[in-house]
């Protein structure tokens, strides 16, 4: 996926002038650079951006897995604390920056979509915490990480599928990886041990008014 059908001139611009600065329902300890009911993009649909030369602002919303994951790391300090933290698919950086905030010792926040490393680091300036940036896709690669984190990452069939892969090798080799599901369907229950479930706001919900269960996982190694 590349973010812009022309690549975004201003991206810092795009960011301010299409969210408002406001605090996830899961986590009001963070504010963040978020699409409201109030912003126009609200009522537009990915095919409407799409139709302007904006693809889907992944990076304006701290979707559900995003959400309980980051509740997860905030709530439990001693997962985080003085280890090395990947977010994966960091979209507007809620789970690095809860990790920040949590005492993490050092946060990489990596997306494919180059918008997500203006949004991250505007979201770190708005909270006081510092996350380090970068656009590039991960899968498959090895990393020096003590704890990996994805958040709602399993939205599409091949995606989960390549990422549990990865995921599994990852965790054979040492490193905790996390992630936040709100029951999208494609995670299959087989090699992942539920650690918290927390009820997060369903996708177009600003407010928390639709809650839905949404599952924090430890992958299991590969056998
Ligand atoms: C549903 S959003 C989740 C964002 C954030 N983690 C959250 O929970 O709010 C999915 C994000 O994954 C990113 N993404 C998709 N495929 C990716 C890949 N192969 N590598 C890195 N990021 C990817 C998208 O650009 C998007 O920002």
Redesign the pocket.
Known sequence: ?S?FIQPCPDPHRLVLDNTRLVSPHLCPELSLHLVTEDCPWWRQSPEDLELQGIDEP??G???????A??RHLLDSPGLVRGRRIL?????????GLAAARAGAARVQA????PV?EVACRLNAQANGLTIETET????GEQVDVDLLV????T?DAG?TA??VRWFRGLAGRGVCVLL?DPGRGFLEPGGLEEVGCYDAPADNDARGLWLRPTRVYRVRPSR
Not at 136 to 139: H, N, Q, T
């Open positions: 996926m973010c992944f990076w919303f701290a979707w559900a897995g995003g959400q994951l980051a977010d994966f698919g960091a979209g507007c950086g809620i789970v990596v997306d494919i979509d997500c590039r896709d991960l899968v994805a958040g709602d990452m939205y995606l390549r990422l936040g």
